[in-house]
């Protein structure tokens, strides 16, 4: 149990319930969780409250790790550097066309990654020989990064964004954790299809992780179809 401060109110009660339910009462745009350290276990502290908050949360959420390069960006010191995970499908464009929206508040250097597996992408194209699961062939990271660019390109228009492909084995969160580091991102964005019970368990959940490991901010956008 905590308290949490929702429109002025001290509101008691655990507080990704509180912030869930204060923004749905106040039709929020999107709901802003303070953190001061970026050590792991202060992060995996944390996003315990994230991750519940942006399991039902009905809108972004955001987990602040350093106002200051949001201070920078918005007083147009600098942009912000913003990096969105991406895989194929609605959650994914869903999230990088709210990170595109930024650049209304002020500019943004755009990365778009994407984790891959060398060996399913490489059978793709059918490429065979010694490290065929292990090293990404070129032709399929160039059949990978077109499809991304006019994924992206859907979304974002003119906005200019660098493109990425990060082949690997394992955790998609620990890539983009990685990737994120690599860019000195201010910003990690992904996508989440919210899944609880049996489907998180068993589709896992890429923006959870991401919430853990990533040593910066992030934001997490949930993704819900339309009705009907």
Known sequence: MGAVLTA???????????LVQA?????????VIGATGHRLAERMFLGSVAVRTARDSPVPILVVRGAEPFTAWL???????VIV?????????????????????GSVDLTVVEAVVPGIENRRIQASGPGVGFELRPEAEAQLLETLRLAVASVTGDLPARLMVKPGLGRTDIHLAQAAESVQADLVVVGSHQRKGFQRWWHGSVS?????AASTSVAVVPYRPAAG
């Open 75 to 81: 007083g147009a010191t600098r942009p912000l550097r």
């Open 85 to 105: 995970g991406f895989d194929p499908g609605e959650s994914a464009l869903n999230a990088l066309r709210w990170a595109a929206d930024l650049q209304k508040l």
């Open 208 to 212: 959870s992780g991401v919430l853990h």
């Open 23 to 31: 923004a749905a009462r106040v039709a929020a745009d999107l709901v």
């Open 8 to 18: 002025g109110e001290l509101v008691s009660g655990d507080p990704d319930e509180v």
